[in-house]
């Protein structure tokens, strides 16, 4: 077992992947970096954190995007952005099986303000037209990181998300909360109330994400195979079953994920923090 959450983004596709099946479109040698980090001193990465390319999954063409949340916690920027366009556009043309997300990111970097809210607005788009292409859009998520801000919604877009139960998904990342509404709001610290707002357990329950995995790269590749003709293209009725779904979840005036899982039927839902996975998919209430 080899997890999910320690390896690098290119650690993770040279073992998600089939094994040396992975080509790396502007690769490092390329020094593709951030014009804006560099206006401000900051550090950049050769790569603006993202590596993306195409490769083959259980012997399924597929293009491929990894995130690398250990450069400026994953977060977009203009180029970053602009590579995650670039990947999805070309999915138009060439038409893969299937475009992976290996998603880690804090959501629009800071540092680039307006340029990274407008790349986040491109990605999303792009994705949306690759789903209504038909070709399956599939998000994995199990980094340290967690996947919040810009990148939240964009997993979000998708037609299949993935989840390890320590990864975590939402729009504000617990910090973010804190710190515009008080520690009374949302406490940031308090690790097992974060897990249990927007852990993957949490999200599999909700509906949020589409298959709760164990914390290792081999279920995410399992996963992620099962996936590849889950193909949901964008339609009225698809739209408005989700709003029947979000509507229903804003009826909720409780304050904390235990009650919810309550309301919505999970069987004694104060055991489910300590419930393995299996056993969590087991409550078949999903």
Not at 3 to 16: K, N, P, T, V, Y
Not at 211 to 223: M, P, S, T, Y
């Amino acid at each position: 077992m080899i997890s999910f959450a320690e390896c690098s983004a290119r650690e993770r596709l040279a073992l998600l992947l089939d094994e040396g099946s992975f080509h790396e479109w502007l690769p490092p040698s390329r020094k593709l970096t951030s014009p804006h980090l560099a206006a401000l001193g900051v550090p950049s990465a050769f790569d603006d954190g993202v590596a993306i390319g195409r490769a083959t999954l259980a012997g399924s063409p597929v293009f491929v995007a990894a995130q690398e949340g250990q450069f400026m916690g994953g977060g977009v920027g203009e180029v970053h952005g602009a590579k995650l366009v670039g990947l999805l556009q070309r999915a138009l043309r060439d038409r893969p099986t299937a475009v992976l997300l290996l998603a880690e990111s804090g959501g629009v970097r800071l540092h680039e303000a307006n340029a990274g809210l407008i790349a986040v607005s491109e990605v999303m788009r792009a994705l949306l037209d690759v789903r209504a292409a038909g070709i399956p859009v599939i998000v994995l998520i199990g980094g340290t990181g967690g996947c919040f801000g810009g990148m939240g919604i964009v997993a979000r877009c998708a037609d299949h998300v993935v989840m390890s139960d320590i990864g975590r998904l939402a729009m504000s990342g617990p910090e973010v909360i804190e710190a515009s509404h008080g520690v009374e709001e949302f406490d940031s610290r308090d690790r097992a109330l974060v897990w249990r707002t927007t852990g993957g357990k949490h999200r599999w329950l909700t509906g949020d994400c589409d298959a709760l995995v164990e914390d290792d790269v081999a279920a995410f590749r399992a996963a992620a195979i099962a996936a590849l003709q889950a193909s949901h293209p964008v339609t009225l009725a698809l739209l408005e079953a989700e709003h029947a779904r979000l509507t229903a979840r804003l009826a909720f005036t409780g304050a904390e994920a235990v009650e919810l899982w309550a309301a919505i039927g999970v069987p004694d839902a104060a055991r489910v923090p300590d419930l393995d996975v299996a056993a969590v998919t087991a409550l078949g209430v999903h």
